[in-house]
């Protein structure tokens, strides 16, 4: 007999107590061969002052067992606290946010019967990373990073798993028609990486029409891979139309740990009820189980559940006269699900996991690509209103090598020649290179500075304009 997989537990707030009970006991009913370490994440610890939500003990025990089956928490509201999912995502690297959701047509009220659809979410960068700043009374500002090995990862991520789980195509979701550096580049590697699975087709929306499309006919989407903001919205939309947000299960994949969590949040409003469906989390510990090489209890305990689910066996969230038999709670569900073990379903399409590889990633090749230093954007916080004026002023502390190109206020050309309709705040960027992007230095460009603060300007930020093998790494001034 194999030795159990040590995993961690963690049963959070709100209803999580309550589902995670009813996952574990369903999982030893299955077969799992678990053994599981506890740890306390959520309400309880942030408010013993640990802003994270996770005390020392948790990190060890998920450095130890690698695996990590959590239930919601509550987090406080207010500022001092960090999101715990974020800081678990970024601080053990789970890139990856795997996200399936299925209809259970006619079991399930939905308006799509043959949706199955998996959304693969960076779950790393982008606006997550935290870094935001306020910049003049009038304007704040996040930053939006993406990176060619993170983008590389996610990409290659979404393609292995169509390939490991039999999936005909992948669909990438960007706007670059508006961000044409960040999400450029996430569908550049996008193209580069899908001619190397010449077996799965690979195809692009732009996020606004894709998400419409999404909604309208998601039969016609199979894995989905997009940047993280997109993918944290476009998830909750597409469980939601499969049935319910209480039936999506996540898996959070890195390459030293994974963790695996119901979509949902803690539920106040319903904790200690048992009233709770704990199928979110169901399904997440059956993705657990996948990971861990437990083919033969995961293909158990998912086929219990969608027998149960097709005796009309609901719970308060998904019961709907004419379609569900009886109303149950989550302690009754989950020995409806018990007494099912090793049945399948009879309509429902049978689970059935197999052994698997799992998924493994190239390292990202590093390329190395020359940078010359091309300019400068400096931002200013200025209280006046005319861009004229501002303009005349900087263009007399402008350098012959740092020549003021521009003057923009929220990315609206406003200097030379801006449109007298144009509304300016009170944060505007002077660009400055020469007009066919000659090499300047850092020395050129801190003189420049000190001539800004001379004149009594307050520059609140610098960005630095390069060229990368003699392209342009910088977004054109508009119009
Ligand atoms: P929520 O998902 O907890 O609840 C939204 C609604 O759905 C509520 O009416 C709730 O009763 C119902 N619901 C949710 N899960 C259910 C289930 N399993 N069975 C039956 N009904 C269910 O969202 P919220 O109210 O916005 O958030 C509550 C708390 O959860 C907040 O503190 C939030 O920060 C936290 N949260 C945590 C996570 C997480 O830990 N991963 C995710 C989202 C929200």
């Known amino acids: 007999m194999s030795e159990n997989k040590k995993i961690t537990i963690a049963r959070g707030d709100g209803i999580g107590p309550e589902i995670m009970d009813s996952v574990l006991h369903i999982l030893e009913a299955g077969g799992a061969k678990i053994e599981v370490e506890e740890i306390d994440i959520g309400e309880k610890v942030y408010l013993k002052g640990i802003d994270t939500g996770l005390s020392p003990d948790a990190w060890d025990s998920l450095r130890r067992t690698k695996i990590f089956l959590k239930a919601p928490i509550t987090t406080p509201r207010g500022s001092g606290y960090k999101s715990l999912n974020v800081t678990t995502r970024t601080a053990f690297g789970l890139f990856a946010n795997v996200r399936p959701a299925q209809s259970y047509r006619p079991f399930i009220r939905t308006k799509h019967p043959d949706m199955n659809v998996v959304i693969i979410r960076e779950n790393e960068e982008d606006v997550y990373t935290g870094i935001e700043h306020r910049q003049t009374e009038q304007v704040y500002q996040c930053l939006k990073l993406v990176s060619r090995p993170g983008t590389e990862k996610i990409v290659r991520y979404a393609f292995e798993y169509a390939l490991v789980h039999g999936r005909k195509k992948v669909t990438c979701f960007v706007k670059d028609n508006i961000m044409k550096f960040t999400d450029g580049l996430f569908l550049q590697v ?113 086929n219990a559940w969608l027998r149960t689910i097709e005796s009309g066996i609901h719970t308060a969230d998904i019961f709907e006269q004419g379609i569900s038999s009886v109303r149950v709670g989550t302690k009754e569900f989950t020995d409806a699900v018990i007494s099912k073990i090793g049945m399948k379903p009879h309509e429902l399409k049978a689970a059935q996991y197999k052994y698997g590889k799992g998924i493994k990633l190239n390292k990202a090749v590093r390329v190395h690509v020359p940078k010359k230093l091309a300019g400068v954007d400096i931002f200013i916080d200025w209280d006046g209103t005319d861009p004229n004026e501002l303009g005349k002023k900087i263009e007399t502390i402008s350098t012959e090598q740092l020549k003021l190109q521009a003057i923009t206020n929220r990315g609206i050309k406003v200097y030379p020649e801006g449109l007298p309709e144009s509304f300016c705040t009170d944060h505007w960027r002077c660009r400055f290179g020469s007009a066919d992007w000659r090499e300047v230095d850092h020395e050129q460009i801190i003189a420049l500075l000190k001539k800004f603060s001379g004149a009594g300007f307050d520059f609140i930020k610098t960005e630095n304009l390069y060229t990368f093998n003699g392209t342009i790494g910088f977004s054109e001034v508009g119009a």
């Open 190 to 302: 996008f193209n580069e990486i899908a001619k190397e699975y010449q077996d799965i087709q690979a195809d692009n929306w732009i996020i606004d029409i894709g998400a419409a499309k999404l909604a309208d006919t998601p039969e016609n989407f199979d894995v989905i891979v997009m940047p993280n903001l997109y993918g944290d919205i476009l998830s909750d939309i597409a469980a939601q139309i499969a049935g319910s947000v209480g039936l999506a299960g996540s898996a959070n994949i890195g390459e030293h740990l994974a963790m695996f969590e119901a979509i949902h949040g803690s539920a106040p409003d319903i904790a200690g009820k048992n009233l709770a469906n704990p199928s979110g989390l169901l399904l997440s510990a059956v993705m657990m189980l996948v990971h861990i090489q437990q083919p033969e209890a995961a293909t158990l305990i998912h």
